[in-house]
């Protein structure tokens, strides 16, 4: 049987809802173009502080929710926006009870994050540098480039419902 859970954790691993809320902390702020030290900076704290925010090693009280969302102009739902029902089912609430496969679920969940192209740094700052071209119709040319780049036979997912 499971022990009951310590501050949000299970098992000694952070709480999926905590890394869940912290990943999308790092995303906005990226998007808003702040360094983590500079989030830090408008909110008092280090970057080693926010650094553990985002990974869901502290936890992110509401106060301290609000004051981020306040510095990243973004409603406090968004935080949340996008937790599975699978990972809202790993929460402390719900494993006080014997659960045989956890682990795997965990593991499961954490290797989807991992694959999730939106958790990548990179991802982030092109989409931020997209949407920062002034020039719409410029801004297009650049999209339809790194698809033409990306599908050389010009089969993709998008295909069909962008062709103008």
């Given amino acids: 049987m499971r022990k009951k859970s310590m501050r ?18 790092r995303i906005y702020r ?3 173009g702040l360094s983590q030290e500079k989030l830090g900076d408008a909110l008092g704290l280090t970057f080693q502080q926010v650094q553990k ?19 990243l102009e973004t409603p406090i739902a968004l935080f949340y926006a996008g937790i ?19 682990d795997g679920k965990l593991s499961q969940i ?4 991992d694959a999730d192209p939106l958790n990548r740094k990179e991802s982030l700052e092109l989409m931020r540098a997209y949407y920062r071209i002034s020039d719409r119709n410029l801004a297009h040319k650049v999209f339809d480039l790194i698809k033409t780049l990306a599908y050389p036979d010009g089969e993709n997912e998008f295909s069909a419902t962008n062709n103008k």
């Fill in 8 to 25: 949000g954790r299970v098992d000694g691993e952070p709480n999926p809802v905590d890394v869940h809320v912290g990943n999308r902390v």
């Fill in 30 to 32: 990226t998007l808003k």
């Fill in 53 to 71: 925010y985002e990974k869901g090693l502290n936890r992110i009280g509401a106060s301290r929710l609000w004051d981020i969302s306040q510095v």
């Fill in 84 to 102: 599975t029902e699978e990972t809202g089912s790993l929460s402390p609430r719900h494993v006080q009870t014997v659960e045989e496969d956890f």
């Fill in 110 to 113: 954490m290797t989807q994050f």
